[in-house]
């Protein structure tokens, strides 16, 4: 393989690393309908790797996982900073998907597969 060629691959790979792997959306009300931002995710790991991968974040009154590039995708909802203290999960296409604890919500970790 030429250097030429590996520098291209490493670049490929650490925007595709960098790449959006869901998209949480926030909601002014409890029923999801009037959208009030987004945050998109794009360090969330594999739900088999352990560790958790927290986002300290508190916003608006509801959310959801709006978008899954990843396949499978969940988030983990907790009412402390560094993703303490558990409060809900939350999933992508599940029917009552609006979380209404948003408020109430400090930190999530988010992860993708089956």
């Keep these: ?6 520098s291209v691959l490493a670049t490929l ?7 959006k792997q869901m998209q949480i959306n926030y909601y002014s009300d409890t029923k ?3 959208y009030a931002g987004q945050v998109d995710v794009t360090w969330a790991q594999n739900i088999y790797s352990g560790k958790t991968n927290c986002y ?3 916003y608006s009154s509801a959310m959801n996982v ?4 990843a396949g499978g995708c969940l988030c983990n909802i907790y009412k402390s ?3 303490n203290d ?11 998907a ?17």
């Design 81 to 83: 900073k560094n993703c």
């Design 86 to 96: 558990y409060l809900d999960q939350m999933r992508y296409g599940e029917q009552f």
């Design 13 to 19: 790979i650490s925007a595709a690393a960098a790449a």
């Design 66 to 69: 709006a978008e899954c590039q």
């Design 98 to 114: 609006c979380r209404t604890g948003a408020n109430l919500a400090q930190s999530f970790a988010c992860y993708y597969g089956n």
């Design 32 to 34: 999801c309908k009037n």
């Design 56 to 58: 300290n974040y508190h």
């Design 1 to 6: 393989m030429h250097s030429s060629t590996a």
